[in-house]
């Protein structure tokens, strides 16, 4: 990078001083200070899209992570119920879905951080249910206590891929004889999510210090992105996400998150079709 100063002719003959001299050198070192600043404002903007773009690879991997963890499930319970029909169809079922979710990841990764899709109401009972579904094929049992009618405004996929977060949290944080449940009621002019389980819990400084922070995680091989994306997604719904917990006694994550009318959005579809 090369910077130039140039300097208006002089109306008067001049000699070149001692004066002269410090003023080229001033107009030098003011010169040598905006390449400078150009510089360093070029290598910031660098850094942050570095930054952005390893943010959202760690995020892409942890994806990846969760999608080989349910094939390689699959592939060991297919040792035992291959010949079942049931078995079958829930398998390919999963296969479609998985490649859904690495082509998406795909798109993320050219596109930018903005996941593909559009905004729209999100059915909170259909997307807890296929959770439910998901687990019990996967051998674990996941109970739901209340399942109000409820809708809430994002993308349906990030959002089914939070909740599914923290309900595999809560299984992996208790025993195959604990109780992990889920419920959805209306609170106010909101809607509350809660994830629940009474498995180990989390003591008071982790919740405090670690718990929505990257790459902190409780488990041994946990790659601690999954909180964190959970919370940051939340909040850009303008939700929040509530957490009370008691070390031998279980974990309840509550999401209060914005009610959606699905029936307003059908509407307006209809309006604009006339």
Partial sequence: ???????????????VN????DLLRTAGSQAAGFLA??????ALLEARKFDAFNKMSAFVVHDLKNIVTQLSLMLKNAERHRDNPEFQEDMLMTVDHSVDRMRQLMMQLREGATPPGTTCGVNLPDVIQRIQKEKMDQGRSVEIRRLNRLATRGHED??????????QNALDATPPSGSVWVSLEKRGDRAAL???????????????ERLFKPFQSTKQAGMGIGAYE?????????????????VNQGTRI??????FDVRSESDLREMEQT
């Avoid at 001692?18 to 001299?21: A, F, S, T, Y």
Wanted: glycine share 10%; hydrophobic share 40%.
């Fill in 37 to 42: 600043k150009m510089q360093a404002t070029e």
């Fill in 1 to 15: 990078m090369i910077g130039f100063v140039v300097l208006a002719s002089s109306r008067t003959p001049i000699d």
């Fill in 230 to 246: 959970s919370a940051q997604y939340i909040r850009e719904l303008g939700g929040e996400m509530l957490v009370d917990s008691e």
């Fill in 194 to 208: 809660e994830v629940g389980d009474n498995g180990h819990g989390m003591p008071p400084e982790f919740i405090r």
């Fill in 18 to 21: 001692w004066e002269v001299n």
């Fill in 254 to 259: 509550t999401m209060i998150l914005p009610l």
């Fill in 158 to 167: 990030r959002l089914e891929r939070v909740i599914g977060h923290l309900v």
